[in-house]
Structures are given as C-alpha cells and as structure tokens.
C-alpha cells in the first residue's frame, strides 16, 4: 500500500500535470503543421484557415479544461495519483486522436496543406489549453 502512496499528488498539482501534458502535446502537433507550412512554399490564405482551426479546438478545449477542474475539485480524497488529471473517456479521446492523426499523415490521404492547417491551428489550440490549466494550477487553494 505504501507504495501506492508514493504516486499520489495534491489535486491542485493535477491541474499542473494536465498542463504540462496538454502543453507538450501542443509543442509536438504545432511543430508538425509548422514543418509542413515551411515546406509548402506559398501560404496564402492558410494562416487565416489555422486561425480558424484553432478558434474551434480552443474553444473546445477550454470548456474540457473547466470540465477537468470541476471533477478534479469534486474529488472528496485531498491526494490522487498522478494519473487522474484525465479520467478514462479523456484518455480513450487522446488515445484515438492521437493515432487517427498518425494514420492520417501516413496514409497520404490529406494534402500537406491540410496538415498544415489543421496541425498548426490544433497544436497552438492545446497549447493554450495547458496554459488555461496552469492558470488554474495558480488560482487553485494551496491548503
């Protein structure tokens, strides 16, 4: 049991966790639709469609961030492990995005454009959401 023990955290640093994790996962995403902007030469018009992609996922994310911090406030045990910064149906989400993303970028079935696009607008959307995280992290009782 004591063991166990050694892998729980404060709820608040959950919340720092998440942000870390949500931050990196940006970094990594951004940087692929950054890498392929680079290689696509002429840009255009797809600058204003990353924006739009990440006024979408940013608006989603911050509703999940604020979904996150109420289960984790709701949370009746003052430690937890470390894990729990997301609850299982999060993981499954990360987890099918995260190879639906992978396979779509091997496939070739989407345009470097598209990825482009779509990763850069993502990738700056979790990015924000892991600084709305440690935002919280902040704001959170220290007690």
Known sequence: MKNYLQFHVKKRTLLAIAGIVWIIAGINVSRVGIIAYLLMGKISIHPFLSLLVFAVFGAMFFQMSKKHLSRIRL?????RPFWHFFD???Y?????MM???IWLRSSSLVSSEFIAVFY???GFALILAGISF????FKYPTI
Not at 75 to 79: A, F, G, I, L, Q
């Open 120 to 122: 850069t607008g993502l």
């Open 99 to 101: 190879s639906l993303g």
């Open 75 to 79: 949370y009746k045990e003052r430690t």
């Open 92 to 96: 499954l989400i990360m987890v099918f």
């Open 88 to 90: 299982l149906k999060s």
């Open 134 to 137: 440690w935002g919280m992290y």
